[in-house]
């Protein structure tokens, strides 16, 4: 029997859950309250396979592909963002890129990552802006991380995140297929960390959402 804590919604703590999917020898579970799509914690693969797999990762500001990847969220991102405005990549990896991007358009940024970069003295500044680029389907407390960082904004501060939206051939997508994602985001789920976080939610496309903290 998988423990009645698994059926948890790891991000709006609703017990409203129920079995959504399995496949790749692990379940999945949905939430009725947010719409996020969770794997338990008995499914969590190790810290050792965890890090083996963001090892394997070739991205650079070499990769031009990668570049064009990441300008999907800095363009639309900049738009409310002055040069000089300071902000943190939060889950930066082996090869920081976006902070490089950003420091030739003419801001300052810090990088921080749990595997490669951990410096938690960057929880203790406040930033103009703050992103996350293909991070928070890995994490195993999101309200908590993401509220995090959202203490960590200036008041008109933004916080820009990127990730697959759930898609409705959920049996056959192939993000699930990477055992480190765990949870699965859609439009409705951001809708109910907007409210939760008071802020004001853009999606300029698919996978790309920008949270805006109060006026600016």
């Known amino acids: 029997?998988?423990?009645?804590?698994?059926f948890i919604c790891p991000l709006c703590q609703s017990?409203?859950?129920?079995?959504?999917?399995?496949?790749?020898?692990?379940e999945y579970h949905h939430c009725q309250n947010c719409d996020l799509v969770f794997v338990p914690e008995k499914f969590f693969v190790s810290v050792v396979d965890e890090k083996a797999k963001y090892d394997?990762?070739?991205?650079?500001?070499?990769?031009?592909?990668?570049?064009?990847?990441?300008?999907?969220?800095?363009?639309?991102?900049?738009?409310?963002?002055k040069r000089g405005d300071d902000g943190l990549d939060f889950?930066?990896?082996?090869?920081?890129?976006?902070?490089?991007?950003?420091?030739?358009?003419?801001?300052?940024?810090?990088?921080?990552?749990i595997f490669y970069h951990d410096n938690g003295q960057v929880f203790n500044h406040q930033y103009n802006f703050i992103?996350?680029?293909?991070?928070?389907e890995h994490l195993h407390n999101p309200l908590e991380e993401i509220e995090?960082?959202?203490?960590?904004?200036?008041?008109?501060?933004?916080?820009?995140?990127?990730?697959?939206?759930r898609v409705e051939a959920f049996e056959t997508w192939y993000y699930k297929r990477d055992l480190t994602h765990i949870i699965f985001f859609t439009p409705r789920t951001f809708e109910w960390l907007a409210e939760r976080l008071e802020a004001r939610l853009i999606i300029p496309e698919s996978g790309v959402v920008i949270l805006k903290k109060g006026v600016r």
């Open 1 to 6: 029997m998988i423990n009645k804590l698994s």
């Open 15 to 26: 017990s409203q859950t129920n079995k959504f999917s399995y496949s790749e020898n692990r």
């Open 56 to 81: 394997n990762h070739q991205n650079s500001p070499e990769n031009q592909g990668y570049c064009t990847f990441l300008d999907k969220l800095l363009l639309p991102m900049q738009e409310y963002l």
């Open 91 to 113: 889950g930066s990896g082996p090869g920081p890129t976006l902070s490089v991007l950003m420091g030739e358009r003419g801001y300052e940024m810090d990088i921080y990552d």
């Open 131 to 136: 992103t996350s680029t293909e991070v928070i």
């Open 148 to 165: 995090k960082l959202w203490g960590c904004l200036k008041e008109g501060g933004i916080l820009g995140l990127m990730t697959a939206f």
